[in-house]
């Protein structure tokens, strides 16, 4: 190859070998730089993983009852919407899964996901919340109670409900004898079998009356059988299981009763859930209480006993005298004593327990009565 060729070779390479490297170099330059990944977003709330659950809730209430047509509906409507429908809740009324006495135990052991009952229809099972029983403490009406009631168990956090996880409390305020036949006076009530659960066992006792220990649900069909002469319970019995057409009197006694309820649930249910579920239905939980729960007996009350007078002719006789009142009240004053002495015994705070309970209905009373 001659000198000249020679040049001309190594120009045309110079020129292929510049045209490379610069046609790489646009094409870095001109090459669009990947985006970087949007950093996440601190706030955003990470998806609620769980599959969609329904729920068993067992009761004893009859199936046209408010508290089966107002209070669990509103109650399971509430927890359905607050968890976009993952937590649904299916009634069973009418002691069709557990009846009162075993419903909080059903609810312990699995029977059914979450209940509704009275605490006193298990004596003994609940000592520290039995104290809301205890006659001789004033509740001016059931929201009075209701409040008394959650706020306390709230408050103390009782051993005795830790196995199941409760969804809140409330209470029917006081209660009132219904019977057959007239009681004006202590000696009226002498001998005469009556309905009675948890300590009101003792409280007619006390007084002279011979107790018949039986859930609410059995009383119309004692009653009709003459096993019981009448029941000291709320007014709202007259109504809501019938008890009008089985008794004719009715005499206010409201230093001699309370009942407390439970909603609870499941422990295992409960904890198989996500925090963010478990913190909506506790706020769904504090919203029935205060709309729904702290007040229903009101109403029941005072629509069962304007059903009674109008359906039935129950009579309600004048109010006991002051000193009527006070030969009563002395009676069962002692049970109180019996109820911290036997609390004690077992190592629990019995006096502070009927302490707190009388300064909360102290509380109440005032803002509500």
């Known amino acids: 190859m001659g000198t000249t060729l020679k040049k001309v070779f190594v120009i045309i390479l110079a020129v292929f070998l510049l045209c490379g490297i610069w046609g790489c170099a646009t094409s870095e330059k001109s090459a669009p730089a990947a985006p970087a990944p949007a950093p996440a977003k601190a706030d955003t709330p ?16 009859p199936p046209v009852h408010p508290v089966e047509t107002d209070l669990v509906p509103q109650w399971a409507a509430a927890v359905d919407e607050a968890t976009d429908g993952l937590v649904k809740i299916v009634s069973y009324p009418g002691q069709t899964l557990l009846n009162g006495p075993e419903t ?81 006076t202590l000696e009226d009530i002498q001998g005469m079998e009556l309905r009675a659960f948890g300590l009101t066992v003792e409280t007619l006792g006390a007084l002279g009356a011979v107790p018949v220990a039986m859930p609410q649900a059995e009383v119309y069909e004692a009653a009709a059988r003459g096993i019981v002469k009448g029941n000291m319970a709320p007014l709202e019995v007259l109504q809501g299981f019938r008890q009008a057409e089985v008794t004719d009197y009715i005499t206010y006694t409201p230093f001699l009763y309370n009942a407390t309820f439970f909603v609870t649930m499941n422990l295992d249910v409960w904890n198989s859930f996500p925090k963010e579920i478990q913190d909506k239905i506790l706020e769904v939980n504090e919203k029935i209480f205060a709309e729904v729960a702290a007040g229903l007996w009101d109403k029941l009350n005072i629509s069962a006993l304007d059903f009674a007078i109008k359906e039935t002719g129950q009579e309600v006789l004048p109010e006991l005298s002051p000193g009527e009142t006070a030969r009563w009240i002395e009676k069962v004053i002692p049970i109180q004593d019996k109820y911290i002495k036997s609390v004690e015994e077992r190592g629990l705070p019995g006096r502070e327990m009927l302490e707190m309970i009388k300064r909360l209905s102290e509380k109440y009373n005032e803002i509500y009565g």
């Open 104 to 184: 909080y135990e059903g609810v312990k052991t699995g029977i059914a996901d979450v209940g509704l009952s009275v605490f006193g229809y298990t004596p003994g099972r609940f000592p520290l919340i039995e104290a809301y029983e205890l006659p001789g403490v004033i509740y001016k009406n059931s929201k009075v109670a209701s409040y008394c009631t959650w706020e306390g168990i709230k408050e103390i956090q009782p051993q005795e409900v830790q196995d199941t996880k409760l969804m809140f409390a409330f209470a029917t305020g006081p209660g009132h004898l219904m019977t057959q036949t007239p009681v004006r």
């Open 46 to 61: 990470a998806p609620v993983t769980m599959k969609p659950v329904e729920l068993s809730f067992s009761h004893f209430f």
